[in-house]
């Protein structure tokens, strides 16, 4: 298991004295190799640095090395692999076999069910509309590394898909990038909303901007990255580095108010870290091409999936944090109270496009 985090990262623990909470950063630090690209194949692709929006198949978001984050490249290990050969079954520390996954689904699983009390289903929903958007392992190389077929960026690939070609056919038909889409209807049914919203966000800017041509329209809708036992088995390990991962995780105890424990998130905050500070799109970033003003930044943050199911359903009422169960303080309000993003920020005059056109 993780034992670190990066250093600049802090994950806290929550320590109840009283009625008041104290913030206490755990100062983990991940081992992370020195050439996390090294199964890379380096393409020399040409970038413009001045093209404001973010490319299909995810190049050229780093300008100095355009293929990282690209589909069918190797995922970054945060840890090195325990294989016994190519296709030898890890073992533990003292060489002894592990338990199998059957045993461990037999008499760890079984008996270790922990129900959220207040998340609600669309939380689960909605972490693996991310984890598509992020993953999709569909082969190994001969390093028995896996490979991404997606983007690494947040971008809704899932909704526009990872290939030009592809896209244009997409536009066309109105159909969706991702074919795990249809796994089950949840997943289908949220896929299905960011369609609407796109198509939502296109037809508004276009009636603020008639002079704008269909694909600045296109670019400018994309959905933005706005888009939150038993343990007799595992005594059996002779050391802690014997658990699995997964395993480990599923048994931890949670942070007081969270749904996972303190490995679990230290591994979700090295991966958002990533996701946002490695994406040069990320909407919060100030000072690129591509950065937004400060008040669209501040619009977007009020983007929420409450507002998203009241804009592209026909739902009128809605709890105001969609991933928790309706309460007290998380009650059902008309769709109205639940903030937009003000899209006339976005509105301009033929003239500005004129001279940004002249000054490109």
């Known amino acids: 298991m993780i034992g670190r985090c990066k250093p600049h990262i802090y994950i806290y623990r929550y320590t109840m004295i009283g009625r008041n909470n104290i913030d206490e950063p755990w100062n983990f630090e991940a081992s992370i190799p020195e050439d996390p690209h090294h199964c890379r194949n380096e393409q020399i692709l040409p970038c413009d640095p001045s093209y404001p929006y973010r490319s299909i198949d995810g190049s050229c978001n780093n300008l100095i090395h355009p293929t990282w984050g690209i589909p069918d490249e190797c995922y970054m290990r945060l840890q090195p692999a325990y294989y016994e050969g190519y296709d030898g079954v890890r073992k533990s520390k003292n060489g002894d076999p592990l338990p199998s996954a059957r045993d461990l689904t037999l008499n760890v699983f079984k008996e270790g069910y922990r129900p959220s009390p207040n998340v609600s289903f669309m939380f689960t929903i909605y972490g693996q509309t ?78 603020m901007n008639p002079h704008w041509e269909e694909e600045r329209l296109f670019q400018e809708s994309r959905v933005r990255d706005n888009i939150p036992k038993e343990l007799r088995i595992l005594l059996r390990n002779k050391s802690v580095e014997d658990i699995d991962l997964f395993v480990g995780i599923q048994m931890e105890n949670f942070f007081p108010e969270a749904a996972v424990g303190p490995t679990t998130a230290c591994i979700i905050a090295m991966q958002f870290y990533s996701n946002k500070f490695g994406d040069r799109f990320f909407f919060e970033h100030v000072g690129l091409l591509p950065s937004f003003t400060a008040a669209q930044r501040n619009s977007l943050k009020q983007c929420s999936l409450s507002r998203l199911f009241c804009d592209n359903s026909n739902i009128t009422h809605v709890q105001k944090n969609l991933m928790l169960l309706p309460s007290i303080t998380n009650p059902e309000v008309p769709c109205e109270d639940i903030p937009e993003v003000d899209l006339s920020l976005w509105a301009e005059s033929p003239s500005h496009e004129n001279n940004n056109s002249l000054n490109a």
């Open 130 to 207: 991310v984890a598509h958007d992020l993953s999709h392992s569909e082969n190994v190389n001969s390093n028995r590394e896996q490979v991404n077929a997606v983007t690494a960026a947040l971008d809704a690939s899932l909704v526009y898909e990872k290939k030009n070609k592809k896209l244009m056919e997409l536009r066309a038909n109105d159909g969706t990038g991702d074919l795990r889409g249809n796994q089950h209807f949840f997943l289908t049914g949220i896929v299905t909303i960011f369609v609407r919203e796109h198509n939502r966000i296109a037809t508004n800017l276009k009636k």
